[in-house]
């Protein structure tokens, strides 16, 4: 087994409404922030997890965002690893 450190970046789905992205947008605008457009606010996961190899590291990680760490349905997510 090796350990495997994990990223995970996740986003909303392009062309999905994007309230908070929305909010940060304004609230940056409203702060003389000028010239801004397409804000859009995700979620970053790091974690180590303990694989057989890279390809069962990323298996699993997208089995964990599958079943909870992104809604497959309004979000869109990337997986980055290394060996730790």
Known sequence: MSTYRLEVRITPREGLLDPEGQAVEHALQALEFQGLSGVTVGRLVRLRLEAADA???????DEMCRKLLA????????IELEEA
């Open 71 to 78: 809604n497959p349905v309004t979000e869109d997510y990337a």
């Open 55 to 61: 390809e069962d590291a990323r298996r699993k990680a």
